[in-house]
Each structure stands twice: as C-alpha cells, then as structure tokens.
C-alpha cells in the first residue's frame, strides 16, 4: 500500500524514519484512525479535532487545519486500492540529536499516515452479527487517557489480558468499582431500554463513535441516552453491553467473564440502535 511521510507519498515498506524519533524513544505523538466506507470518511472533522487537541496539549506544533488534513489523507486515499479503509495518521514531536526527557527546539514533526483495507460493516441484524465476548479488570493505564497518545503499552497490555484469556477485548474499572473504556474501545450498557456509558473525563479516550452514536440515538428520540457514571455491578446485571470504536463501530458483547450478558444474546437496543447509527454516521 501507499504511505504518507512528511510530504511524500511511498510505498509503506520504503518507508524510513531515525532511531531518534522522540515517537520512537518516547511514545512522544499522537495519532487517529479514521474510518471510510465506500471510500467515504466517518466523523473526519471530529478525529481530526481530537487529534489538533492532543497536539495542543502535548505542545507539539504540527500547523496543519482540518482542511488541509483531509486534502492530505484523500490524496492518500486515492492512491490506495479498496472500498473501506481505517486512515492511520500519527504526528511525533519528531527526531532530535540526542535522547533528554524536555520538548526540544526547532524539531519538525514526523507526519506519517498509511490505510488498511476494513470489512464491510456488520449487518444490522441481531440474528447474524458476530458479537464479543469480553473480560475485566482494574484499569492500570494513566489519568491522562482522554489523550489519544501514541504511548499505547498499558492498553496494549490490558488487550493482550483480554486476548490471552480467549476473548476479544477487555473492559476496565477504575478503583471505585467504576466502569471506564475498553482497552481499546469505549463502553454502553443498556438497562430496562436506556442506553447508559460514562462521562467523557480523564479516565476515558472520548470517542467519536461514542459521540455520533450518542448524537445520533438524541436526534432520534426513540432510544434514551445517558452520560453517568456507571458501576461494574450494573455492567454485570446490564441487559446489554456494547464497546464502540471506529474500526468495530456498535459491537454486541454476550460474554463477560465467562457469565451471559442478560440473557446471552444480541440485544433488540443494539439493533435499533445501530440502524440508527448506520442511518446517520455519513452526517458526522
Ligand atoms: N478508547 C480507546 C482506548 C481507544 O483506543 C479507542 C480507539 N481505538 C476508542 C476508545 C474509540 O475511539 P473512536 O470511536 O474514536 O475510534
């Protein structure tokens, strides 16, 4: 496939950046995947925001607009094969001359951006989804997780708990028993028909999926939405739970450590809620 690297499109494979990439030594960046269908982005602007505002918080100045970033990521679209794509885009504070912890000076930025070919979306079809299966544990990652950095060890590791024990993600909880993201997803439970996920704070990536299935089900108005905290005895005795991302979109969960997610089935919310959605993401 073809690539992005600071200003020039290449083969991935040919493509080369230092050692001393401060992504490389330190985790030192941001990044996003965005997701295209038919070769039509999903909630361009708002990845692209989320991405400008963690370069924000990190200081890392890459000047690039909302705009220009579509220019550059349609560009690289269009030389790439395939319906449907996630669209990686990464930006590090770039390669300094030596390793010391500070933000250097005059460093440019590493830009670097590829697609992978996606699946067609699920059905909307409670009957023949593939839903997930889901463990839990103790969040272990750090207080800044509403930054989308590209330091992903403690995610990566809580996925590999969840993977490890022959399932497909892993939800978290902080130490008050409070249900916080997947290790690489957000969260919904659904009880007695209203859709439940937690407050968008520190403790969680805020998700566009997230976003546009919470917009989408209030501009609906069939399906109630509420944005609380969110206990792991309510995970446990929900009727239905859900993990959301870009690449997975609404994924129906029947598992959670080994016990049935009510009673073990796809859920009736999951699927109005995803005809809903499925109705609206272009929109976003
Ligand atoms: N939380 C975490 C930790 C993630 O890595 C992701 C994205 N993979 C999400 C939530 C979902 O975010 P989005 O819907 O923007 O893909």
Redesign the pocket.
């Known amino acids: 496939s073809i690539a992005y690297l600071n200003g020039t499109y290449l083969p991935l494979e040919e493509a080369r950046i230092s050692p001393l990439d401060r992504g490389f030594l330190f985790g030192d960046g941001i990044y996003e995947?965005i997701p295209y269908y038919n070769r039509k982005p999903v909630?361009f602007a708002p990845?692209m925001q989320?991405m400008i505002n963690g370069l924000a918080a990190l200081e890392i100045k890459c000047n690039k607009s909302i705009d220009e970033w579509r220019e550059l990521l349609d560009a690289l679209i269009a030389k790439n094969d395939g319906d449907n794509f996630g669209v990686y885009v990464h930006v590090s504070r770039g390669a300094d001359t030596k390793r010391f912890h500070a933000y250097p000076e005059n460093v440019e930025p590493t830009v670097f951006a590829f697609a992978f070919g996606i699946k067609d979306p699920e059905p909307v079809d409670r009957a023949t989804v593939h839903p997930y299966t889901v463990s839990s544990t103790q969040d272990l990652r750090w207080k800044r997780?509403n930054i989308?950095s590209t330091a992903l060890l403690g995610?990566v590791m809580h996925f590999q708990q969840g993977y490890a024990s022959g399932n497909n993600e892993i939800l978290l909880y902080n130490d008050k028993n409070e249900l916080t993201?997947?290790?690489?997803?957000?969260a919904f439970i659904v009880k007695d028909g209203v859709v439940i996920t937690p407050i968008e704070d520190n403790q969680?990536?805020p998700?566009?999926?997230?976003r546009i299935i919470i917009d989408s089900l209030k501009a609906d108005g069939s399906i109630p939405v509420e944005e609380r905290t969110v206990t792991m005895d309510e995970v446990r005795n929900a009727d239905e739970i859900w993990i959301?991302?870009?690449?997975k979109e609404i994924a129906p969960v029947v598992k959670l450590d080994g016990n049935p997610v009510g009673n073990g089935e796809v859920g009736p919310v999951w699927e109005a809620a995803f005809r809903i959605y499925t109705d609206r993401k272009f929109d976003f």
């Open positions: 995947v909630g990845h989320r997780c989308k995610n993201e997947g290790s690489s997803c957000n969680i990536l998700g566009i999926t997230r959301t991302s870009s690449s």
